[in-house]
């Protein structure tokens, strides 16, 4: 059973900072693929980036230049490194987790097998 915990989320104004943290632990890290997914409030969960073994990243639209996604494996941690924040970007980020059998990423919610309790991001005007 892996359990994964998100950390970083806060208030920022808009055109700032913020990296977000996700530790993992009870499997072997390396051999998942991560993800990272947001809810904004009346919105369905959607998916921001996602990451695989060995480092190939994907993102949604609205964040490419904005976010990165990296990961640790000697820490069991993935990253979501956000600058130049707006208003929009305002919503419950979460991290997910699925075992890979090849050095794959994935950007649906349903492909992933376990999911961190969420940090909330807001993002003042």
């Known amino acids: 059973q892996v359990r994964l915990g998100e950390s970083g989320g806060g208030l920022v104004q808009a055109g700032g900072s913020l990296r977000l943290s996700c530790a993992a632990s009870g499997g072997t890290f390396r051999t998942y693929a991560m993800g990272w997914f947001r809810q904004a409030p009346g919105k369905e969960r959607e998916f921001v980036a996602a990451?695989?073994?060995?480092?190939?990243?994907h993102y949604v639209d609205p964040v490419k230049g904005r976010f990165t996604i990296s990961r640790d494996n000697a820490k069991n941690t993935v990253y979501l490194q956000m600058d130049s924040l707006k208003p929009e970007d305002t919503a419950v980020y979460s991290c997910?987790?699925?075992?890979?059998?090849?050095?794959?990423?994935?950007?649906?919610?349903?492909?992933?097998?376990?999911w961190g309790q969420g940090t909330q991001v807001t993002v003042s005007s």
């Open positions: 997910a987790a699925r075992r890979s059998s090849g050095d794959y990423y994935y950007t649906i919610r349903e492909q992933y097998d376990y």
């Open positions: 990451i695989s073994w060995s480092g190939r990243t």
